[in-house]
């Protein structure tokens, strides 16, 4: 069964950091890309980062870049966002998602991604 499983989700104050996990299982996502994306409360669900199936090449949502890091580790099947600098804005349940072929490219739209995490509540307090 292809599966994917958030964690590292929580309360943190405004200014703090948060580590998102995300862990693989079910089929190799090595050649994948992958990415997380957000949705907060009566809002659409939205690109946060990208990353290439190597981890070479990573894309940012302007309203991340520069506070958010995307990376992977191919040979233990996670993947991670970092988040610091956090801002009450940031407020949503973050998903996972994977694509279901191999591909040097980042996407950043959802119909890319066939596979799906359930997601982990990351709320900032101010």
């Known amino acids: 069964q292809v599966q994917l499983v958030e964690s590292g989700g929580g309360l943190v104050q405004a200014g703090g950091s948060l580590r998102l996990s995300c862990a693989a299982s079910g089929r190799t996502f090595s050649n994948a890309a992958m990415a997380w994306f957000r949705q907060a409360p009566g809002k659409e669900r939205e690109f946060v980062a990208g990353?290439?199936?190597?981890?070479?090449?990573?894309y940012y949502a302007d309203s991340v870049k520069g506070r958010f890091t995307i990376s992977r580790d191919n040979g233990k099947n996670l993947l991670y966002l970092q988040m610091n600098s956090l801002k009450p804005e940031d407020t949503a349940v973050y998903y996972c998602?994977?694509?279901?072929?191999?591909?040097?490219?980042?996407?950043?739209?959802?119909?890319?991604?066939?596979?799906w995490g359930q997601g982990t509540q990351v709320t900032v307090s101010s």
């Open positions: 998602a994977a694509t279901s072929f191999g591909t040097p490219n980042i996407y950043t739209t959802l119909r890319n991604y066939s596979t």
């Open positions: 990353i290439n199936f190597s981890g070479g090449r990573t």
